[in-house]
T-cell receptor
Framework: DAEITQSPRHKITETGRQVTLACHQT?????MFWYRQDLGHGLRLIHY???????NKGEVSDGYSVSRSNTEDLPLTLESAASSQTSVYFC??????????FGPGTRLTVL | QKEVEQDPGPLSVPEGAIVSLNCTYS??????FMWYRQYSRKGPELLMY????GNKEDGRFTAQVDKSSKYISLFIRDSQPSDSATYLC?????????FGTGTRLQVFP
């Protein structure tokens, strides 16, 4: 069955370290999204991509970057992790915009 | 002011109750409205989708959109313990979804 996976599921890191969160989907969807979910803020869009080599900034992109070298993967990199980036991160993919398929999430703690 | 406002709850109801979940929004350009359900420690999944004003029913779930009041609702009839989850409204006018903060619902037996 087609699916979307995220790794790692849990990550603890230190302030200032570079961290990369992986997202892999097997639906062959062109559109992929990264969100963070925080209490009181809901899901906020970090970056998104509409295809290979395409990346766009979302609402809360500062301190994050993405690259899209193939259809299946959209890794999210935190260049220099900060405590404010402690959150749950969700990746999603879709062929339209509204029916987004979400991964299981990565719980990131920055100490 | 946030574009989409949603009461965070928690909302606790007995099994069999009718549940009403609501969102208000400020951007009159929103045309597409969705409800996502998120179980604990899982990713959200699409539950209901409506376009513009009106009602849409799917089993025990009814989604309602009132564009004149900038208000959307999700009704759950005969609620079950398995409905216990966080419900997020989402809406769109161009190419990106804007999510509410989510309402946590607990249905107790």
């Amino acid at each position: 069955d087609a699916e979307i996976t995220q790794s790692p599921r849990h990550k603890i890191t230190e302030t200032g370290r570079q961290v990369t969160l992986a997202c892999h989907q097997t639906w062959n969807h062109n559109n992929m999204f990264w969100y963070r979910q925080d209490l009181g803020h809901g899901l906020r869009l970090i970056h998104y991509s509409y295809g290979v080599q395409d990346t766009n900034k979302g609402e809360v992109s500062d301190g994050y970057s993405v690259s899209r070298s193939n259809t299946e993967d959209l890794p999210l990199t935190l260049e220099s992790a900060a405590s404010s980036q402690t959150s749950v991160y969700f990746c999603a993919s879709t062929d339209d915009t509204d029916t987004q398929y979400f991964g299981p999430g990565t719980r990131l703690t920055v100490l | 002011q946030k574009e989409v406002e949603q009461d965070p709850g928690p909302l606790s109801v007995p099994e069999g109750a009718i549940v009403s979940l609501n969102c208000t929004y400020s951007n009159s350009a929103f045309q597409y409205f969705m409800w996502y359900r998120q179980y604990s420690r899982k990713g959200p999944e699409l539950l209901m989708y409506t376009y513009s004003s009106g009602n849409k029913e799917d089993g025990r779930f009814t989604a309602q959109v009132d564009k004149s009041s900038k208000y959307i609702s999700l009704f759950i009839r005969d609620s079950q313990p398995s409905d216990s989850a966080t419900y997020l409204c989402a809406m769109r006018n161009t190419d990106k979804l804007i999510f509410g903060t989510g309402t946590r619902l607990q249905v107790f037996p």
